[in-house]
């Protein structure tokens, strides 16, 4: 552990925003495993919160510390965003620079803004001047042709210089063109040991590596060289990883969460969010790992897949699901 930040850094493990796939109901599952993992909202854009007719920050505070993740370049609509985040209670502001889609690209955030330092800058310090809780950058190593170290060293210098001290490094570089987004997780390699070097040179910034980390072992390998680690599609795809989380890394007495008893920690939740009308498929669909590597994961997954999108489908769904997997 880098000996500048306190053991207990608010993102020394996090679970990354993933579009589509960490909403609430996502977070408030995934809460059930881990106290102190520090979750990612999906992405949200600026226009969206500030023109939806509908709220697009309402959250359960049971699910925090979360964190929410903007996407865009207004200065002055970032800084609005940030502050009605802040006012709803959530506990890090972070601006994506990282996601390298098309749409993404068209609307002016994401990736593309690795080319535009000073834009990022402004953006972190409007949005500074309006919160007091943290405001952090996501973003890759390179973009396109521009992934030289000195190239990601000079946006980190000119961002960092506008106030933001925590950068979360995807640890590959993106192509904004050719490549998927599916594709742009895959094909760059991973060049882990740039992120290490980052904060060697940069000893005083809060540096959390993200990319390919599947296992706490790993984990506990990039601690020695960051100050934490964001896992993405490991997490949501067995989320019992998260049970062993808070004993693992933040030292915690807390009994190792199962995935039963997370599962059936839910089950008020989903009572409740049932009685105002949320379709059940929309919440267990988040679920469907919970016992990976399980005897009757298969058989759990097939019942609620089959059964929880049909017409008043309630608890009882998950309950038969949950007598297919042993104790």
């Known amino acids: 552990m880098p000996q500048n930040q306190p053991h207990f850094y608010r993102g020394r493990f996090s679970v990354a925003p993933m579009l589509d796939w960490t909403t609430r109901h996502c977070r408030y599952f995934h809460r059930q495993f881990s106290k102190h993992a520090l979750l990612y909202t999906e992405m949200v854009t600026t226009p969206a919160i500030i023109y939806a007719k509908y709220d697009l920050l309402d959250f359960d505070p049971c699910e925090n510390p979360v964190a929410l993740q903007l996407g865009g370049s207004d200065p002055e609509q970032l800084q609005h965003c940030a502050k009605l985040a802040e006012e709803r209670g959530y506990h890090e502001i972070n601006l994506n620079v990282g996601c390298p889609s098309d749409r993404v690209q068209n609307g002016m955030f994401g990736a593309c803004l690795m080319a535009k330092a000073d834009l990022v800058a402004e953006c972190v310090e409007n949005m500074q001047q309006a919160v007091n809780i943290p405001v952090t950058v996501k973003t890759r190593i390179g973009i396109d042709d521009l992934d030289s170290y000195e190239f990601l060293c000079d946006f980190i210098e000119k961002v960092q210089n506008k106030g933001c001290q925590e950068f979360i490094i995807h640890a590959r570089k993106a192509w904004l063109s050719g490549l998927s987004p599916k594709e742009n997780r895959e094909i760059p390699p991973l060049d882990y040991e740039r992120v290490y070097q980052l904060k060697r040179d940069f000893p005083h910034l809060t540096i959390v590596i993200n990319g390919g980390i599947k296992t706490v072992e790993e984990m506990k390998q990039h601690l020695q060289f960051v100050d ?75 019942y609620l897949s089959e059964n929880a999108f049909k017409q008043g489908a309630g608890i009882e769904v998950i309950e038969t699901a949950l007598s297919f997997v042993e104790n």
């Open 228 to 302: 934490g680690v964001m896992v993405g599609r490991e997490a949501y795809q067995n989320p019992s990883l998260l049970g062993t989380i808070d004993q693992a890394l933040f030292d915690s007495d807390m009994p190792i969460i199962s995935p039963r008893e997370a599962v059936l920690a839910m089950l008020p939740y989903i009572e409740k969010q049932l009685s105002q009308g949320v379709y059940l498929n929309h919440i267990v669909r988040h679920m469907l790992g919970a016992f990976q590597h399980c005897k009757g994961a298969r058989q759990w997954r097939r």
